[in-house]
């Protein structure tokens, strides 16, 4: 399964080769805490989230806006229970990553929400990533 457009460009390295910093850019606070790297325009505007550093992958970027919606209409409160598993770890464990889109990590992670909810059964909530998908019924 193909990574979103964001996830940054799919042949990036970082190049030797400086590019001049925007002047309306202030790329030491823009960096943060994030490793010291001279700029790239690879980075901006809404790339950053594909890269190790700036970003989160999908669950982290897009997880919140999709969860929120069964989240605030079933009243889920805090979970009893998380489990995260993972069906692959990326090639080359260990050696530099850059970009989400070099990991081959495919995951699910279940969270578990109680009854003790006000009139309102237990309920799974599922996020699957990586192309990895629900099993299906008979």
């Not at 823009?30 to 790339?47: E, H, I």
């Not at 260990?94 to 309920?123: C, G, T």
Request: net charge neutral; aromatic share 16%; proline share 9%.
């Amino acid at each position: 399964m193909d990574q979103p457009p964001w996830c940054g460009p799919r042949a990036f390295q970082r190049q030797p080769a400086k590019f001049d910093i925007p002047t309306e850019l202030d790329w030491d606070l823009w960096l943060g805490t994030a490793p010291q790297r001279d700029f790239n325009p690879a980075y901006l505007p809404a790339t950053w989230r594909g890269w190790v550093d700036f970003g989160t992958g999908s669950l982290g970027d897009m997880g919140c806006h999709f969860i929120d919606v069964p989240y605030r209409a079933l009243k889920l409160g805090y979970p009893i229970s998380v489990e995260c598993s993972v069906g692959e770890v990326w090639t080359g464990f260990f050696k530099e990553v850059d970009l989400y889109r070099q990991l081959s990590a495919f995951s699910k992670n279940s969270h578990s929400f109680s009854s003790k909810r006000k009139m309102i059964p237990a309920v799974e909530l599922v996020w699957y990533d990586g192309g990895i998908k629900p099993e299906r019924p008979g």
